[in-house]
Nanobody, 124 residues
Framework: QVQLVQSGGGLVQPGGSLRLACAAS????????IGWVRQAPGKEREGVSC????????YYTESVKGRFTTSRDNAKNTVYLQMNSLKPEDPAVYYC?????????????????WGQGPHVTVSS
């Protein structure tokens, strides 16, 4: 059974940091592209980052460049999203998704495999 299990999330003050983890079971995460997608209440879904299955290239949406870092730990079959310098516009539900060639698709949520999506809240 293919499953993505997420951990992390929570409440942090502006300027703070959080790390989200996306662990795979039933498949080898390194074989797939992994996307990070967020959705805030009343806003459109947004692709945040994607790590390519083809060559490991990591893509970021402009608003998080320099603040968020996606990484892979193959030994743990887990992908991480390190979020630093969090801003008031970052709160959302953050999902990871996995699919072949995901980074090349129209969006990072064009996938059948999703994590459960923890909340990230930024508030003083």
């Amino acid at each position: 059974q293919v499953q993505l299990v997420q951990s992390g999330g929570g409440l942090v003050q502006p300027g703070g940091s959080l790390r989200l983890a996306c662990a795979a079971s039933g498949f080898i995460l390194d074989d797939y592209a992994i996307g990070w997608v967020r959705q805030a209440p009343g806003k459109e879904r947004e692709g945040v980052s994607c790590i390519s299955d083809a060559d490991g290239t990591i893509y970021y949406t402009e608003s998080v460049k320099g603040r968020f870092t996606t990484s892979r730990d193959n030994a743990k079959n887990t992908v991480y999203l390190q979020m630093n310098s969090l801003k008031p516009e970052d709160p959302a539900v953050y999902y990871c998704s996995a699919a072949f060639y995901l980074c090349r698709r129209d969006n990072y949520w064009n996938s059948a495999n999703w994590g459960q999506g923890p909340h990230v809240t930024v508030s003083s």
